[in-house]
């Protein structure tokens, strides 16, 4: 297994469901934080459409949030893209099942994850400064558990919409 034939399963299991499918990318680096946007700067208004990325983001741990801030590059993706989720769902996991320095392997967010989180008062912005993407899914119950796979090809992102 590498990057590009995980990559290439997502895409055909995903036109087997019936979306319209482009990779968008197979070694995106940037900040985490940014990227769930370029995607869906990307998406548009195109319908029944999965974009899918492979990425090694970055997350910019902020000194004094070394030790309390909990959370890895998957989950940052998707917090950074809350603000800006409208009618589709995003999903963020790292291949070996584990992203940052928790037990869970990403986080999915949709509408339902922004309602939620506007009626707890949960702010992503506050959690990104933080460093605390994993307190504020916690809270909101979206984060994806693998398990550890025992496979480390990169990050997978897919971004749907039907």
């Known amino acids: 297994l590498n990057n590009k034939s995980g990559l290439d399963s997502m895409k055909q299991k995903a036109k087997e469901l019936g979306y319209h ?6 070694k995106f680096k940037g900040y985490s934080k940014n990227f769930g946007r370029v ?3 990307k ?11 492979g990425c090694e983001t970055t997350v910019k741990i902020k000194e004094d949030h070394f030790e309390s801030g909990k959370g890895g590059r998957n989950q940052e ?9 409208e009618d589709f769902t995003l999903a963020s996991i790292d291949s070996d ?7 869970a392997a990403g986080a999915i967010i949709d509408k339902e994850t922004f309602y ?19 307190g504020f ?3 909101t119950n979206s984060l994806i558990y693998t398990g550890k796979t025992g496979i480390n090809v990169m990050d997978f ?6």
Do not use: M, Q, W
Not at 21 to 26: A, F, L, M, N, R
Not at 77 to 85: M, R
Not at 97 to 103: A, E, K, L, M, Y
């Open 21 to 26: 499918v482009k990779i968008t990318s197979d």
């Open 39 to 41: 995607l869906i700067e």
């Open 43 to 53: 998406l548009g208004s195109r319908k029944n459409i999965c974009l899918i990325a």
């Open 77 to 85: 993706i998707c917090l950074g893209a809350l603000d800006h989720i």
């Open 97 to 103: 099942g584990v992203d940052g320095i928790t037990d």
């Open 116 to 134: 939620i989180s506007s009626s707890h008062k949960l702010y992503p912005d506050t959690y990104l400064a933080k460093n605390n993407s994993f």
């Open 137 to 139: 899914f916690k809270k």
């Open 157 to 162: 992102v897919v971004l749907l919409r039907r």
